[in-house]
């Protein structure tokens, strides 16, 4: 008899949310293909849950032939995470993407020829091979595919975020928050799985009711996923392209020259007023690329874009300080470039060690006799 309890209901009630969710990204604007494969990763996330509110409903009962339907999609779940990781913030897939999902289309196949089984054959089959043999191999490949692919995708997220700090004047601003909150996902449903799994291998075997709070989990994450998924659905991150070649040279360029000369055009022509300054912008402008951009910066003065950018815009602050010019140090500080309330007064620390109202106040008592230069480059880019 089927009978949807609290607990399929509960499971069915986060399948059917994680399930209308990956039919709208398939659609939403913005970021295509990686809503794509988000969609395909929230659908993984719903099959796995099938199986569990069908069961508890009754369904298995009542149709013993759904034994073997294709619900398990482990194997391509670590590389849904970390192909979309990735084309959210580069320009296309990496080159033989589709290689990834190999395993998981040999294990699809699989398990199609073990559903299309008459019922008596797949229930010898199940008790003299798969539960014995197989179901084991696919369980613990699972684990160690989602695991090999969330420390892939982790990786490349940090260096995504070691390329935006050279890359953009504002690098904390433009991190993709929604990645580290997908990866702190990822990681408790791998963590969640190899406890459940291990206790059922190495401890007693478990049954449906014993895994409930496994998949319990597994429902939250996906109400998590779906719901912040589609909130960044269509944001916008700085991609990290290839670099570009750089021009051929005869000799070894002076890099303190051609950086000075381009630190004091930026200067001139006020472009770190721009809060969204990105060093590929920048390059464009110069003439140059951004790997020889970067290259003149760090090289010739010792210092990243952002460290540039940055130590301009609180010089200006600094000179409008001295001036005792009127209004908020908010005003003045989203004039001279900066996007926030939070990364001026992080900047500014960092390149005077004083807070903007601690430095005003200074100016204050010293009467306007203050004659040092705090606000210089060589202060850390925030």
């Keep these: 008899m089927i009978r949807f309890g609290p607990w399929s209901t509960m499971l069915g009630m986060a399948a059917g949310f994680g399930a209308l969710v990956a039919l709208l990204l398939l659609n939403a604007p913005g970021n295509r293909v990686a809503n794509r494969l988000l969609a395909a990763l929230l659908g993984v996330a719903v099959l796995r849950l099938m199986p569990y509110v069908l069961g508890f409903a009754g369904f298995y009962d009542a149709y013993p032939w759904l034994s073997f339907a294709p619900f398990n999609f482990a194997l391509a779940t670590g590389p849904l995470l970390y192909l979309y990781v990735r084309r959210l913030v580069t320009p296309r897939l990496p080159r033989g993407w589709f290689w990834h999902f190999t395993p998981a289309a040999l294990n699809l196949l699989y398990t199609l020829w073990a559903f299309a089984l008459p019922l008596d054959e797949k229930t010898r089959w199940n008790d003299a091979v798969h539960a014995r043999w197989i ?51 990822l990681g408790l449903w791998l963590v969640v799985t190899v406890a459940f799994d291990a206790v059922d291998a190495l401890l007693a075997p478990l049954s449906y009711y014993d895994r409930f709070p496994q998949y319990l989990t597994f429902a939250a994450i996906v109400l998590a ?43 001139r022509e006020g472009w770190w007023r721009e ?22 910066l760090n090289q010739g003065l010792g210092h990243t874009f952002s460290a540039l950018v ?37 900047v500014f620390r960092d390149h005077t060690g004083m807070s903007p109202s601690a430095w005003r106040a200074a100016q204050k008592t010293e009467n306007g006799g203050f004659t040092g230069n705090e606000a210089t480059v060589g202060g850390d880019g925030g």
């Design 225 to 267: 996923l779906g719901l912040e998924g589609w909130r960044h659905a269509g944001r916008a991150y700085p991609p990290m392209g290839s670099p570009a070649p750089e021009p051929a040279r005869p000799r070894e360029r002076d890099w303190t020259e051609t950086a000075t000369r381009w630190q004091a055009t930026i200067r």
């Design 135 to 185: 179901d084991p191999v696919q369980t613990w490949a699972g684990v160690l595919s989602l695991t090999l692919y969330f420390l892939a995708a982790a990786a490349f997220h940090a260096r995504y975020g070691r390329w935006l700090a050279g890359a953009v004047s504002n690098p904390r601003e433009r991190q993709p928050p929604w990645q580290r909150t997908l990866l702190v996902a």
């Design 310 to 346: 940055n130590g301009l815009r609180v010089e200006a602050v600094q000179a409008r300080l001295r001036q005792a010019e009127p209004g908020d140090l908010l005003s003045v500080a989203l004039d001279c470039g900066f996007a926030s309330k939070a990364s001026f007064n992080r």
């Design 275 to 296: 809060p969204g300054l990105t060093l590929a912008e920048v390059a464009q402008r110069l003439g140059t690329n951004e790997t020889y951009l970067s290259r003149a």
